[in-house]
Nanobody
Framework: VQLQASGGGLVQPGGSLRLSCAAS????????MGWYRQAPGKQRELVAA???????NYAGSVKGRFTISRDNAKNTGYLQMNSLKPEERAVYYC????????WGQGTLVTVSS
């Protein structure tokens, strides 16, 4: 499975972005899709994940602000990020679990005024 992440960019504090993770094949059989992020000098951390059945999991720091979803018809996963904070500047990586973990290339999110 090849994953193409997109949607990153520069946004002001309090702003919103929607990240996309397009898969090269049907995501119907992908067990879990999700997003990690890695800020400069920090370890990669799980942001959100969603199962094929629609069960979601979020990092505590993003609950209520971020929403993860997946569109099987478009073979794409999404991460809607609202009320972004400067400390959430990071490279965001999508992944997909199907027999093994596949990673997208990452998309940079910068939150700055």
């Amino acid at each position: 499975v090849q994953l193409q992440a997109s949607g990153g960019g520069l946004v002001q504090p309090g702003g919103s972005l929607r990240l996309s993770c397009a898969a090269s094949e049907s995501i119907f059989s992908i067990n879990v899709m999700g997003w990690y992020r890695q800020a400069p000098g920090k370890q990669r951390e799980l942001v959100a994940a969603i199962t094929s059945g629609g069960i979601t999991n979020y990092a505590g720091s993003v609950k209520g602000r971020f929403t993860i979803s997946r569109d099987n018809a478009k073979n794409t996963g999404y991460l809607q990020m609202n009320s972004l904070k400067p400390e959430e500047r990071a490279v965001y990586y999508c992944y997909a679990d199907k027999n093994r973990r596949y990673w997208g290339q990452g998309t940079l999110v910068t939150v700055s005024s």
